[in-house]
């Protein structure tokens, strides 16, 4: 069981969010791997059962690499059937997870809840809710596979 955490930070937040949330994940024993949307792989997007996408918001959206990213690299994963999960760092209107998760959604991945939005650089109890939205992904993917076997 594999999952993938894919970020877009441009000063650090949306990363310490993305990091938090590998902690979670590995806390459950699945292997994870959290890496930037500039490095990660379309294999490594293949291989994974979940796919965590990340972005911060500017100018009520996520930057263009980002949906580029999404409506090229993503798509073109199988994503279909997958465990999805969006979050972000945003500083007043918080549009890019809310975006993420749609586009999710329209590609027939299931999205985890909450989509997690914290506000400027994550404090520590932000971090806490981070590593509980990784603890709920690995949950969800260990149930998915119980399910199939
Ligand atoms: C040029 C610029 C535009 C921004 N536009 C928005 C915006 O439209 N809505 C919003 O909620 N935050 C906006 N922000 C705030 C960032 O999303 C926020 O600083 C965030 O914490 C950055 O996270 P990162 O370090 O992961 O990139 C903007 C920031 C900058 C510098």
Redesign the pocket.
């Known amino acids: 069981m594999k999952a993938i955490v894919v ?11 993305a990091e938090a949330i590998g902690k979670g994940i590995e806390s459950k024993n699945v292997d994870v791997k959290v890496i930037s949307f500039y490095d990660v792989k379309p294999e490594e997007l293949n291989e994974a059962e979940a796919i965590a996408v ?8 996520m930057l263009l690499p980002m949906e580029k990213f999404m409506n090229e690299t993503l798509i073109s994963a199988n994503p279909q059937g997958k465990i999805g999960a969006a979050f ?9 997870p809310i975006l993420i998760a749609e586009k999710m959604r329209e590609m027939g991945m299931s999205v985890v809840d909450p989509v997690l939005r ?4 994550p404090t520590d109890k932000d971090l806490q809710e981070c590593k509980r939205l990784g603890i709920d992904i690995a949950e969800k993917l260990k149930h998915k596979s119980k399910k199939v076997e």
Do not use: Q
């Open positions: 970020y877009l930070s441009t000063s650090g937040n949306t990363k310490d969010m990340g972005s911060s918001t500017f100018y009520y959206k972000g760092s945003y500083g007043w209107s918080g549009e890019a914290i506000l400027h650089k």
